[in-house]
């Protein structure tokens, strides 16, 4: 069962850096299961079959977790990448780093920086999001409210969907999960009680992160 909000990165990212002539090509990836992440690893190894290594580690839940150096010796690839996933604290991510070896060694310390850095970029270019539970809330009223909601709904810095129009205005809004009571009392506090309210489904939401 996931939490009613956790740190996590948007869809995908991808970024390349050069470090001592080796190629790194950085991948990050949202992730909903560790099915996914193991096939997302595959995919990028399938791919990069010529590489010298796919070097990767996923986190999908606290507890859930993996990393592999590919024949970079032992916790100088896998772990470095596993370390910056934890330090950016984002659940159901998993980040691949490709090298193509450049002629030039960089040692164990220099590895381990090198591939954090990968994972770190990856992360990056992708973009942490803040994936919270949502409720829906239906609203449908008259247009002589019309004025009224649009001027308080904006206000409440919920997530609005565009407004319908037919016979009356429905409004679908989307407040963090427990609030919706209170949302609720707002509503018919500002139409006196002549709004129909209803409850839709509850659905995870991604709000900034700073």
């Not at 839940?61 to 010796?73: I, V």
């Not at 247009?143 to 409440?156: A, D, I, N, Q």
């Not at 009571?181 to 839709?200: D, F, R, Y």
């Amino acid at each position: 069962m996931k939490q009613t909000s956790y740190l996590t990165i948007a869809p995908y990212g991808e970024t390349e850096i050069i470090i001592q002539k080796s190629r790194f090509i950085c991948r990050a990836k949202h992730v909903e299961s560790e099915a996914e992440a193991s096939q997302f690893v595959q995919e990028i190894s399938k791919r990069h079959w010529d590489a010298t290594h796919n070097c990767y580690a996923y986190l999908v839940t606290e507890t859930l977790q993996k990393s592999s150096d590919d024949g970079e010796p032992a916790g100088t690839a896998g772990r470095p990448i596993l370390e910056v996933i934890h330090a950016k604290q984002c659940l159901y991510t998993a980040v691949v780093v490709t090298r193509y070896f450049g002629g030039i060694k960089l040692g164990a310390g220099g590895l381990v920086r090198a591939y954090s850095q990968g994972a770190a970029a990856a992360i990056e270019a992708a973009g942490i999001v803040k994936r919270m539970m949502h409720q829906q809330v239906l609203i449908t009223f008259d247009y002589s409210f019309m004025g009224k909601m649009e001027h308080e709904l904006h206000r409440t810095g919920y997530l609005l969907e565009t407004p319908q129009f037919t016979d009356k205005v429905s409004w679908a809004v989307w407040t963090p999960l427990g609030e919706e009571q209170s949302l609720i009392e707002q509503v018919t506090n500002w139409t006196h009680g002549q709004a129909q309210i209803t409850l839709g489904p509850a659905e995870y939401k991604d709000v900034p992160h700073k």
